[in-house]
């Protein structure tokens, strides 16, 4: 760090020279700031010096979005290294601004640790400017990501310059920002953006990062609706209640989601083949585990929503009445102290995995020693239904089936004349009623550059090693397949991963943050080795 300062005051003094920083549109001013202050929720004050309003690229298309904003704390954390939170407020596909820190957030909590947060503005779906007198969309795929990489981008090219370690970036984001974070996470440095890249002006730096924090992820959209279906189509008669169209629509996507879960060749901790045929008792795990650690942290859950519980010397038993299942400390049960993935699961029904807990060891609750040892996934799956309302199929790539109006998805895979578009074969025969459709070359890269599973574990891109990935255990956004999928195949490629579906969390994101701002204390203290 000390080196780092120096260059900086070096590369300060050259820049006071005539001509010197004006030369260099990308180059960060390290006096270019204002004095900041926010309050945090247990009454402390944190001081920071705030750099807004900073262009990341040269060529700027819409300036509105193509900002970011840096906040530096007056008090830097005590590391070797201090790293750098940066934090996409990108929701729904849409435009985001470059934002202030927020003390309910990870930004305001990362300040108070000594971190510098970078909060990048980035295109979307709705972001449009005017030229020769009309309205052009900006933020058609993949221009989002591209931003967010430009960004990245910035923060190496400025290292010098910048307080904290641009080899410590840790991505942020929640819904389609945890996409986005999970996009950067996965697809650094790849050639498949570089030509748009350098179009733009980005800086010529690296763009991978360090680790990836990704809430509720809506990923994987071109197998999105057909994982979303496999899952919920138990339901479609019942809470649900689809209508005969609907369920013809669901039957047909569920069909087509073996053959894709069997073509990831995603393997258990153990080296079992995860397939079709066995994956549901793989998602029971992790719903088991989280009522589990709900359970220990004094959380009630009823015995009407599909688990079987046990308590040792006692027998088998149900659990507690109350459904409302309380949400106990900041963040809510089910979110304690971080697991680490694929550590501390219950036994399955096929038996395979080693509980940590059961009859014969001693209780892990002090006040009631039950456990979970089975899971109805049916009727739990029809009990999370019951909390927020399903969509219809098809969730994500709806346009022209059964319906015309687009779903954000479909509008952030248009045109810049803001006309919508599928990017999935099957909705587009649907809506074409052309079983011999399919999408054009150009929409086939655009989606591909769009989902993080195809990079990981390939050679094409420097995927980060460090993966924080959250996804309510109530949370219906998307299916659970999709957190399972990106996590278990991050998994499988060697990367470190902390998962969990957290108990009767819904569709949200930056919550206890005392696990999250631990489990990046300990990352970065066993990579420098403090």
Not at 287 to 300: D, I, N, P, R, T
Request: charged content about 20%; glycine content about 10%; aromatic content about 10%.
């Amino acid at each position: 760090m000390i080196k780092k300062y120096l260059m900086a005051s070096l590369i300060l003094g050259a820049s006071a020279l005539p001509g010197v920083a004006k030369s260099d549109p990308l180059a960060f001013d390290p006096a270019a700031f204002t004095q900041g202050e926010i309050t945090m929720p247990d009454g402390e004050n944190v001081a920071f010096k705030a750099y807004e309003g900073i262009f990341y690229v040269k060529n700027v298309e819409d300036s509105t979005y193509q900002t970011l904003n840096i906040y530096v704390p007056e008090k830097l954390a005590d590391l070797p290294e201090v790293p750098i939170l940066l934090r996409t407020y990108v929701g729904g596909y849409m435009a985001s601004t470059a934002k202030a820190p927020s003390p309910s957030d990870a930004t305001g909590r990362a300040l108070k640790e000594g971190y510098v947060v970078c909060i990048p503005g980035s295109r979307g779906s709705n972001s449009t400017i005017e030229r020769d007198g009309k309205t052009i969309y900006t933020g058609t795929a993949p221009n989002g990501l591209l931003d967010l990489k430009a960004a990245v981008r910035y923060l190496r090219y400025n290292d010098a310059v910048i307080p904290g370690s641009s080899e410590l970036i840790f991505t942020d984001g929640t819904s389609a920002g945890g996409a986005m974070s999970s996009l950067l996470g996965s697809t650094g440095n790849c050639h498949d953006y570089e030509a748009a890249l350098k179009k733009m002006g980005a800086a010529e730096a690296r763009d991978d990062v360090f680790a990836a924090i990704c809430y509720c992820p809506i990923t994987d959209l071109n197998h999105a609706d057909m994982e979303y279906e496999w899952l919920y189509g138990c339901t479609n008669t019942g809470v649900r209640n689809l209508s005969a169209d609907q369920i013809v629509i669901s039957d047909e996507l569920a069909a087509e989601c073996p053959a894709y879960i069997d073509s990831l060749g995603l393997r258990e901790d153990d080296g079992t083949p995860l397939t079709s045929a066995n994956y549901k008792d793989y998602i029971k795990k992790f719903l088991m585990a989280s009522a589990h650690k709900a359970l220990e942290e004094g959380c009630e859950i009823p015995d009407t929503i599909g688990f079987t519980f046990y308590q040792d010397k006692f027998g088998p038993m149900g659990g507690p009445s109350s459904i409302n299942a309380p949400q106990g400390k900041p963040g809510g049960p089910g979110n304690g102290r971080p697991d680490e993935f694929g550590q501390g699961r219950p036994m399955g029904d096929d038996g395979r995995q080693a509980p940590s807990f059961g009859p014969g060891n001693a209780p892990r609750f002090n006040k009631t020693s039950d456990f979970v040892t089975a899971l109805d996934l049916d009727k739990y799956l029809s009990y999370v239904a019951t909390m927020t309302p399903l969509k219809t199929p098809p969730a994500f790539d709806q346009m022209g089936v059964l319906i015309e109006t687009p779903s954000p998805e479909n509008k952030v895979f248009g045109n810049e004349k803001g006309e919508a578009a599928n990017f999935t074969d099957f909705s587009l025969r649907h809506r074409l009623h052309n079983d011999k459709a399919s999408l054009d070359k150009d929409m086939v890269r655009r989606v591909e550059v769009m989902n993080p599973m195809n990079y990981i574990g390939t050679d094409h891109a420097t995927v980060a090693q460090n993966w924080y990935i959250r996804h309510g255990a109530k949370d219906r956004d998307t299916s659970f397949l999709v957190p399972i999928n990106l996590a278990t195949k991050l998994k499988n490629s060697g990367k470190n991963v902390n998962f969990a579906l957290p108990w009767n969390r819904p569709h949200s994101g930056d919550y206890n943050l005392d696990d999250l701002f631990s489990w990046i204390s300990a990352t970065i203290n066993n990579t420098t080795g403090k």
